[in-house]
């Protein structure tokens, strides 16, 4: 089938190039082509179906999608081999912080977040840690920093669920998962189902 497409891609710019069209609109063309392409093949952009973007993690080579399978299925034992042998300092400090987290490694996580770029991701982490630790005045700080609209509703929904509010939250986040795609939806859902274990509890 991707075969196929590239063929097709092929023909079209032999086309375009035989009836003398621009270069500019046949990369034009050409550049949308390998873009359709590329959210066929990787749900992780803008994907809505969730098994499938959990299937693609499963198979993928790349050692941090790997560590976002296992992470999305709470085996950290298994997520800490591929965390190793992720190249990109960025995600082995995001997953670092996630596995720090989840173990209550909070000294542990700060200092990873401290080394961490300066954006929404890193206070998005930095406030659900406070959250956790109860530092409300850091978590405050820290909330004008998440100028990402999806990660500011989530802290939002975590703080409901702090003060144990567990059915203000899953409301937050249950109008919030139609609006997502690709890994966020993912994510979303899986703290949903995080929010639900711990409503039966």
């Known amino acids: 089938m991707i ?61 941090y999608l790997q560590f976002l399978y296992h992470i999305f299925h709470d085996d950290l034992e298994s997520a800490e081999r591929p965390l190793m042998k992720v190249k990109s300092k960025v995600h082995r400090r995001i997953g670092e912080v996630m596995i720090f987290s989840k173990q209550k490694r909070y000294d542990e996580a700060k200092q990873a977040i401290s080394e961490m770029k300066d954006n929404y991701v890193k206070w998005y982490y930095r406030a659900a840690i406070a959250l956790e630790e109860r530092d409300y005045d850091t978590y405050r700080e820290c909330l004008p920093k998440i100028n990402n609209e999806t990660y500011r509703i989530l802290i939002e929904a975590e703080e409901k669920r702090t003060y144990g509010h567990i059915e203000e939250a899953l409301k937050i986040v249950k109008l919030q998962i139609p609006k997502l795609r690709g890994i966020k939806l993912l994510s979303a859902v899986h703290y949903l189902d995080e929010l639900e274990k711990e409503k039966i509890h």
């Open 3 to 63: 075969f196929l497409y590239y063929v097709l891609l092929f023909l079209v710019a032999f086309v375009l190039g035989f009836f003398n069209i621009s270069p500019w609109i046949t990369g034009i063309i050409l550049f949308c082509g390998f873009y359709i392409l590329l959210l066929q093949r990787n749900p992780l952009l803008f994907g809505k179906d969730t098994e499938k973007m959990v299937l693609y993690l499963k198979n993928s080579k790349q050692a």
